[in-house]
C-alpha cells in the first residue's frame, strides 16, 4: 500500500526561526507536490517538484526532492506569523501518474509565535 | 474567476438524507477529481473522470456514493442515505491530461446530524 508519511505533525516556532518539514513516500513516483491549507479553507498549490534533485524555492519556503531515498523537504527560512498553516506531501497514486490521482500525508500544522 | 468552484459550500443535513454537491472543474481541464478530507487527516481520494468517463473509483466510495459527470464538464458528487461518518470536507479538484498540477476547489463541507 503506498504510504506518505510527514513529520512532524505538528510544529511550533518562534518567528525568525529556520526549520524543515519532511516527507517520506513509499512509491517510486518522482513527482512530488506541495500544499498549503489555512483553517477552514481548500488546498493552495505551493511547489510541484518534478524530478530527482528538484529544488524550488518561493519566498521563504523551499522544497526539494529525492527519488532515490524517497524523500522531499519543506524548509522555512526566519518563519513569520503569515506562514501558520497545514503543509501537505502528496504524491500521485499511481507510478507515472497516468491517473493523477494524488496520495496525501496527514499535513504538519505549523503554528509561528512572535 | 476561473478556479475551480463548488456548490454548496456548506451543507447540513440529518442523518438518513441524501445531499448532492457540485464541482465546475477549470475550463477545459479534462480530468476531474473527487477527495474526502475528515478533520486533522490529509485529503483521500474518491474518485476520477476523464472527460465524461468514471475511470477510477476508491474502495473508500461505498455504494451510497455515486459520482457523475454527464457532458464531461461540471460533476456531481451524491452521498445517499447519509451517516454521521461521512461529516468531512468534500474537495474537488480539476487538472488537464499531461498536465504537472491539480488545483483545489473551495470544497464543500457537510456536517450529518
Known amino acids: 500500500e503506498l504510504k506518505v508519511e510527514q513529520n512532524p505533525l505538528f510544529l511550533s516556532m518562534q518567528e525568525g526561526k529556520n526549520y524543515t518539514i519532511y516527507c517520506n513516500y513509499s512509491t517510486t513516483s518522482d513527482r512530488l507536490y506541495w500544499y498549503r491549507q489555512d483553517p477552514g479553507k481548500s488546498l493552495e498549490s505551493l511547489f510541484v517538484l518534478l524530478s530527482n534533485g528538484a529544488v524550488k524555492q518561493e519566498g521563504r519556503l523551499m522544497a526539494s526532492l529525492d527519488t532515490k531515498a524517497r524523500l522531499s523537504t519543506l524548509h522555512i527560512t526566519a518563519a513569520v506569523h503569515d506562514l501558520s498553516a497545514t503543509y501537505f506531501c502528496a504524491v500521485d497514486g499511481d507510478y507515472g501518474g497516468s491517473q493523477g490521482n494524488l496520495i496525501f500525508g496527514k499535513g504538519t500544522k505549523l503554528s509561528v509565535k512572535p | 474567476d476561473t478556479g475551480v468552484s463548488q456548490d454548496p459550500r456548506h451543507k447540513i443535513t440529518k442523518r438518513g438524507q441524501n445531499v448532492t454537491f457540485r464541482c465546475d472543474p477549470i475550463?477545459?481541464?479534462?480530468?476531474l477529481y473527487w477527495y474526502r478530507q475528515t478533520l486533522g487527516q490529509g485529503p483521500e481520494f474518491l474518485t476520477y473522470f476523464q472527460n465524461e468517463a468514471q475511470l477510477e473509483k476508491s474502495r473508500l466510495l461505498s455504494d451510497r456514493f455515486s459520482a457523475e459527470r454527464p457532458k464531461g464538464s461540471f460533476s456531481t458528487l451524491e452521498i445517499q442515505r447519509t451517516e454521521q461518518g461521512d461529516s468531512a470536507m468534500y474537495l474537488c479538484?480539476?487538472?488537464?491530461?499531461?498536465?504537472?498540477?491539480?488545483?483545489f476547489g473551495p470544497g464543500t463541507r457537510l456536517t450529518v446530524l
Open positions: 479538484a480539476s487538472r488537464l491530461t499531461g498536465g504537472n498540477e491539480q488545483f
Open positions: 475550463s477545459e481541464h479534462n480530468r
